[in-house]
């Protein structure tokens, strides 16, 4: 990671506010050109409500500014017919230290996007990239916060892909389970704020976790900032941060707020056409971490 700038909490934040460091990051994201809700395979999507592709090209567009504007790089996949939910690009790859696990997902319509992706990660030099056996939806499930990559399962990854995770990456895996459908993956139940080594902190919504994971939570990140029910309904926590700057959705401002009083700053983008899939900022990213 490069750029690392030290940023102090605004005077008068709560004194559990810590010195933030954001650092410079890399996303692979793809334009939702033929995004459309035609099929239900979470409990957000409705195909019978009409959806605005052009209104989810703008919504995306303002979040990949976002990031630019922020000092990160945005590089891009190009989108597929036939495959309205691509632009969920973190379902489809989990990058750590260099090495790709690919995306084997559990629904039928989904299936085709994971061979565009892995095409992607070998035509831009990785040469480090496995295919899974079990199945896994990447970033959706899988959270890499430092130390551990956190993985959940309960409605999509199956808890195999948890120990094929850990072999293919060697980093050291702990799973979560998830019990709430609307929070089906991870992500829209957990979002990593720091992901450094010596300081890791996450946000989640302790009643998306069984009660064992839950306390495994609260074991890992006792310093955790947890999220109300309001501000999980809104996929306040599907959010992307570098480490100060969290990228959420317009609708979280309490979260934000109480990020801001953490030390972090918030910065919102309006997802309401992507929300629609049952989505938000962090499944339009995927972090390419080297
Ligand atoms: C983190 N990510 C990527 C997500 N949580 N993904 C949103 C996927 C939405 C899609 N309609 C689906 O149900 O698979």
Known sequence: ???????RPAAGASALAAARTPTTRRYLMCAPKFFTVEYAINPWMDPSEPVSTERALEQWGELKRTYESLGHVVEEIEPQPGLPDMVFAANSGTVVHGRVLGARFRAAERAGEAEFYRRWFLEHGYRDVV????INE???DFAWSGRVLLAGTGFRTDPGAHAEAQEILGVPVVSLKLVDPRYYHLDTALTVLDDSRDNPLVTYYPDAFSPGSQRVLELLFPDAVLATEADAACLGLNGVSDGYNVVLPTEATALGTALEARGFRAHYVDISELRKSGGGPKCCTMELRA
């Open 1 to 7: 990671m490069s750029s690392a700038v030290e940023v």
């Open 131 to 134: 295919m899974p056996s079990n």
């Open 138 to 140: 990447a970033e959706g």
